[in-house]
């Protein structure tokens, strides 16, 4: 039984190089949101299967760090030269908030409660060997750099990795670069 209301795994018969993709009806969000998944081969015969989310910058979403940055190839080289455990790669959409959700709470839509809970949960429900014991590593780009630390620093217990670019903490550059998210922001400092 899920813990969603509605939950679709891509079918496996169907995907390529261990990409999966997801689409659930989030409780944090109050819509349906995307997760796309990179589960190695050599997952599929752990327990406790670690997990690395992975957090996209503005303007982008759940696909870009396999079909921008080929993370999934990287990270298969990795594995089979045993430079890295096998570990799956959890890359959820912010949420699809205007121009970017920065992963943090709006009013109507908890974008951070959406990262490391309902992300969390329907990846345990669709991977076989990913439980609540699973070790979890975030980390992000840009936006999801920002989004990485935040969720860091509410969850010590997370070991993260920050990057920043481009612009970071820079509000010229987002007053520039976006059209109503830094509003939102505008509010929040």
């Avoid at 890295?84 to 951070?112: A, I, T």
């Avoid at 481009?166 to 550059?173: A, M, Q």
Wanted: hydrophobic fraction near 40%.
């Amino acid at each position: 039984m899920s813990d969603f209301f509605t939950l679709m795994a891509s079918d496996p018969e169907f995907e390529r190089g261990g990409i999966r993709h997801v689409t659930v009806k989030s409780k944090m969000l109050g819509h349906r949101a995307d997760i796309t998944l990179h589960v190695p081969p050599e997952a599929k015969q752990e327990q406790n299967i670690p997990l690395v989310l992975l957090l996209h910058g503005i303007y982008s979403s759940h696909w870009s760090w396999v079909y921008h940055g080929g993370v999934d190839k990287i990270f298969t080289r990795l594995i089979s030269l045993n430079e890295v455990p096998p570990m799956v790669l959890v890359m959820p959409s912010d949420g699809l908030w205007g121009d970017g959700s920065g992963y943090l709470p709006h009013p109507k839509h908890n974008f951070e409660g959406w990262i490391c809970e309902d992300v969390v949960q329907a990846t345990i429900e669709v991977v076989d060997g990913v439980t609540e014991a699973s070790p979890l590593f975030i980390s992000g780009l840009s936006m999801g750099g920002y989004g990485a630390l935040h969720q860091a620093m509410l969850r010590a217990e997370i070991p993260h990795s920050y990057e920043e670019f481009p612009g970071g903490h820079d509000w010229k550059y987002w007053g520039e670069h976006v059209e109503k998210t830094l509003k939102f922001f505008g509010g929040l400092l």
